[in-house]
Nanobody, 130 residues
């Protein structure tokens, strides 16, 4: 089994920055790609960013491209989402997810709206408000 635990959420003013972390433990050798999703109040869950388990490949939703950066620390088994230039539309619960499929296959599913990742964290709330 794989456990994913997010941290780093909180309240931030518009234009500010926040750094989310996802710690993976357990049988992490089965994971080939990691991703962040978010779900705003009253809205459906949406894809935010993805990274291969090796950290060599990344992919972003258009809504966060240029503002968010996903990265991976192999030694610590963590995935980080650096979020800059935050605006109120970024307010959501952010979820970390892991998938056994490689990033190419995972992204193909995500583009079809299939968010059936193998492992999910419980989420961390990000609120952007003045």
């Amino acid at each position: 089994q794989v456990q994913l635990v997010e941290s780093g959420g909180g309240l931030v003013q518009p234009g500010g920055s926040l750094r989310l972390s996802c710690a993976a433990s357990g049988s992490t050798f089965v994971i080939n790609a990691m991703a962040w999703f978010r779900q705003a109040p009253g809205k459906e869950r949406e894809f935010v960013a993805a990274i291969s388990w090796s950290g060599s490949g990344t992919y972003y939703a258009d809504s966060v491209k240029g503002r968010f950066t996903i990265s991976r620390d192999n030694a610590k088994n963590t995935v980080t989402l650096q979020m800059n230039s935050l605006n109120p539309e970024d307010t959501a619960v952010y979820y970390c997810a892991g998938d056994r499929q490689g990033m190419g296959g995972m992204l193909a599913r995500v583009r079809r709206g299939d968010y059936g990742m193998d492992y999910w964290g419980k989420g961390t709330l990000v609120t952007v408000s003045s």
